[in-house]
């Protein structure tokens, strides 16, 4: 029987499980060949760098305290920007700033988020233990409007789906890291996640899809790769669902706003679900005099749809605006929906091994714990 330090292991897929799994199994002292189709490292997790705008694939935040990141110690080595936790809900004609007292101290009294009773009681469902079988709205719309025109509408862009679609007990993880942690993002956009990790990989080869596990020179094998490659390399049945959304990028004037925080809608007037100036908060996502933002939708919506409610959300006619570009991600998330739990064992046969965000939770921290647990798993084979 081989050592583990002998064994030769690959990893097919270079997003944030392939790459943890391949620096678990280096640092046992494994020799590891990392399989990627596409050009780049990073998956879901990508940068694209357009007429001096930086456009994340996706909008999506960092939480530099997820304990994966902790472990990896990778946020130094990514110039991280952080963002405010605080959000702006739009209701009626005007703004409400909600989030973290320590920024906004006199937010949380203003009733039309829910009364200063209803958030006390909030802070009782984070630390208590959801049942299982319900969703995540079942849980809180007992807090009125709190849930319909704060949480609601924010965890639907955590989510990409609408929170009754979601399990209590594995959204309640979801929900609990954003209230306790410190989101941000690198100045040169999140694609520098990956890539920093990538560094601490050996041997990576890029445009390299892997359609059959047969004929791979390796003594085991990780299948990191999206949810619906994996299905088909490893035959899984019965597999999430995916939430789809798309990440629209307007050019707007200056002058429209000095906001750096999530702007989301307490009405639902329309398809967006959150809209932030987004080089308000990281100067370098546009070039110099200019303002980038990023707004999300999940369902199908025109670009003169989601301009019309912007222009409802920010006050402002849209006319001047510029679209930079569009993303649309049809598989975005995994939907864990109603009594579906994270962390399942990894392996499925011998030698064979499985990891990927749909495997422990819908987030980077998921998916590189994912990666982590099932290289384990393989050294402990
Ligand atoms: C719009 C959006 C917003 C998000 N927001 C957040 C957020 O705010 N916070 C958060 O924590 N998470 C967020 N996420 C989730 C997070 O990005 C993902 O959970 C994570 O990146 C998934 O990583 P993964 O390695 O499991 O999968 P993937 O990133 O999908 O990686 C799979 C890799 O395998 C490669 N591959 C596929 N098939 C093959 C093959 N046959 N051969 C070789 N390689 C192959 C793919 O090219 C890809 O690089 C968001 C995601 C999206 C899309």
């Given at each position: 029987m081989k050592s583990v330090s002998d064994k030769k292991v690959a990893v097919i897929g270079a997003g944030l499980?392939?790459?943890?799994?391949?620096?678990?199994?280096?640092?046992?002292?494994?020799?590891?060949?990392?399989?990627?189709?596409?050009?780049?490292?990073?998956?879901?997790?990508?940068?694209?760098?357009?007429?001096?705008?930086?456009?994340?694939?996706?909008?999506?935040?960092?939480?530099?305290?997820?304990?994966?990141?902790?472990?990896?110690?990778?946020?130094?080595?990514?110039?991280?920007?952080?963002?405010?936790r605080s959000v702006d809900v739009c209701l009626d004609e005007a703004i409400v700033t909600l989030g973290d007292p320590r920024e906004n101290p006199f937010a949380a009294l203003n009733s039309a988020t829910g009364s200063i009773f209803t958030k006390l009681r909030f802070i009782g469902y984070l630390t208590s233990t959801s049942k299982q079988g319900r969703s995540v709205e079942d849980e809180l719309s007992q807090y009125g409007d709190l849930y319909q025109r704060v949480l609601k509408p924010f965890l639907s862009g955590v989510f990409l789906t609408s929170p009754a679609n979601v399990d209590a007990v594995s959204g309640k993880e979801i929900v609990r890291s954003f209230i306790s942690g410190k989101p941000g993002?690198?100045?040169?956009?999140?694609?520098?996640?990956?890539?920093?990790?990538?560094?601490?990989?050996?041997?990576?080869?890029?445009?390299?899809?892997?359609?059959?596990?047969?004929?791979?020179?390796?003594?085991?094998?990780?299948?990191?790769?999206?949810?619906?490659?994996?299905?088909?390399?490893?035959?899984?049945?019965?597999?999430?669902?995916?939430a789809s959304s798309t990440t629209w990028y307007h050019e707007v004037p200056i002058e429209m706003t000095l906001s750096n925080r999530l702007l989301i809608d307490g009405q639902s007037r329309g398809p967006v679900i959150n809209s932030i100036a987004i080089s308000n908060m990281v100067p370098s996502y546009a070039p110099i005099r200019k303002t980038l933002l990023s707004s999300t939708t999940i369902e199908f919506a025109s670009e003169s749809e989601v301009r019309r409610h912007l222009a409802i959300m920010w006050g402002v006619s849209t006319s001047e605006w510029a679209l930079i570009a569009k993303y649309e991600i049809p598989k975005s998330l995994p939907i864990f929906g109603l009594g579906k739990q994270g962390i399942q064992s990894a392996k499925v046969s011998e030698n064979l091994f499985v990891a990927g965000d749909y495997r422990t939770a819908p987030s980077q921290n998921g998916a590189l714990l994912s990666g982590r647990l099932a290289a384990q798993e393989l050294l402990l084979n």
């Open positions: 499980a392939g790459l943890s799994a391949a620096i678990t199994l280096q640092d046992a002292g494994c020799e590891v060949d990392v399989y990627e189709s596409s050009d780049r490292v990073g998956g879901r997790v990508a940068t694209d760098l357009i007429d001096g705008y930086r456009l994340d694939r996706g909008f999506q935040l960092i939480n530099s305290r997820y304990p994966e990141l902790l472990r990896l110690d990778v946020v130094r080595e990514l110039n991280f920007v952080e963002a405010s993002l690198p100045a040169h956009g999140a694609g520098e996640l990956p890539k920093a990790l990538a560094q601490r990989v050996r041997s990576i080869h890029l445009n390299t899809r892997i359609d059959s596990l047969d004929g791979l020179k390796a003594d085991a094998v990780i299948v990191a790769a999206d949810l619906t490659t994996a299905a088909q390399l490893l035959d899984i049945p019965n597999v999430p669902k995916l």
